[in-house]
């Protein structure tokens, strides 16, 4: 298996603009969850999938941000405007079931947004 | 709301030594608690996973300990090489059903130096 597989890898751009980062998870996999990692927070849960139905989206900052799981083998997360505080690297991971199997981490999406 | 704290945030330690790394967790009522291992510019990759109805795992030279009543966790690097040098997290899964999640520890760093 090729694991979970994000795009693209690096993203530049000028605050304003849409950004679109894509998510194929691990087949067979049920769960998907979108997470932010920055220095000064860590971490963070955006928002997580199961059997593409949005469980929890408590972690998203605010409308600027949505996402969306139209089939079990892909999502997207859109941030539209773009600010430079959303400069941060973007994971994608797949889970066999729920937040509380293991998870499989796709190698990330670092945004910089000028 | 639980909250995962891991102390130190870096550690620099001499090839073949064994070496403790710290987490600890305020809400005892934990699901499960995972190890993860992320290397720089890299996804996290899940290294162990305890049930909160265990006290331990090992996978090589890797040993996990659970101690809910304390809210600690531990991980075990035995006869460290420079290869196991990276930034460990831990995360504690908490109940909720499907609103379950992972929360974070922010990580400490290792390096193990020749």
């Known amino acids: 298996d090729a694991g979970v597989i994000q795009s693209p890898r690096h993203e530049v751009t000028e605050m304003g603009q849409e950004v679109t980062l894509r998510c194929k998870p691990i087949?067979?996999?049920?769960?998907l969850f979108w997470y932010r990692q920055t220095m000064m927070r860590g971490l963070e849960l955006l928002i997580y999938f199961n059997n593409n139905v949005p469980i929890d989206d408590s972690g998203m900052p605010e409308d600027r941000f949505s996402a969306k799981m139209p089939n079990a083998s892909f999502s997207t997360l859109k941030i539209q405007p773009s600010e430079p505080r959303d400069s941060a690297v973007y994971f994608c991971?797949?889970?066999?079931?729920?937040?509380?199997?293991?998870?499989?981490f796709g190698p990330g999406t670092r945004l910089t947004v000028l | 709301k639980q909250e995962v704290t891991q102390i130190p945030a870096a550690l620099s330690v001499p090839e073949g030594e064994n070496l403790v790394l710290n987490c600890s967790f305020t809400d005892s009522a934990i699901y499960n608690l995972q190890w993860f291992r992320q290397d720089p510019g890299k996804g996290l990759t899940s290294l162990l996973l305890i049930q909160s109805s265990q006290r331990e795992q090992t996978s090589g030279r890797l040993n996990a300990s659970l101690d809910k009543s304390s809210g600690r966790s531990t991980l075990y690097i035995a006869a460290s090489q420079p290869g196991d040098s990276a930034t460990y997290l831990c995360?504690?899964?908490?109940?909720?059903?499907?609103?379950?999640?992972?929360?974070f520890g922010t990580g400490t760093r290792l390096q193990v130096t020749l």
């Open positions: 991971a797949s889970s066999l079931r729920g937040a509380l199997n293991e998870q499989f």
């Open positions: 087949s067979g996999h049920n769960s």
């Open positions: 995360a504690g899964g908490g109940h909720g059903g499907t609103a379950s999640k992972l929360t």
